[in-house]
């Protein structure tokens, strides 16, 4: 099983980052996907869920309207578009697969 995660960066507060997550060495189509994050001295937050088909998001609170999970199961890939980003986003961002695995992770800096 391997996630491999690109797209993370270096952004300015109100702009934009994409990630993605190629899934490897399972059946993507018959799991949920989610990202996670977590900010040095924070506990992991969960800031997106996917269902298997797609046809369902849940966000929490501090993300919600700004961030859009998406999937692609012909490519084995999750994405996370973000947007307005805000300090308070700087994190590494994980996609995870519950009971599958997580990837490595993906720095995401939000500064001017």
């Known amino acids: 099983v391997q996630f491999l995660e690109s797209g993370g960066g270096l952004v300015q507060p109100g702009g934009s980052l994409g990630l993605s997550c190629v899934a490897l060495?399972?059946?993507?189509?018959?799991?949920?996907m989610n990202w996670y994050r977590q900010a040095p001295g924070k506990e992991r937050e969960l800031v997106a869920t996917?269902?298997?088909?797609?046809?369902?998001?849940v966000y929490p609170a501090s993300v919600h309207g700004r961030f859009s999970i998406s999937r692609d199961n012909v490519k084995n890939t999750a994405y996370l578009q973000m947007r307005n980003l805000k300090p308070e986003d700087t994190a590494v961002y994980y996609c995870?697969?519950?009971?599958?695995?997580r990837g490595q992770g993906t720095q995401v800096t939000v500064s001017s």
């Open positions: 995870d697969v519950p009971q599958i695995g």
């Open positions: 996917i269902t298997r088909a797609g046809d369902n998001t």
């Open positions: 060495g399972f059946t993507f189509s018959d799991y949920a």
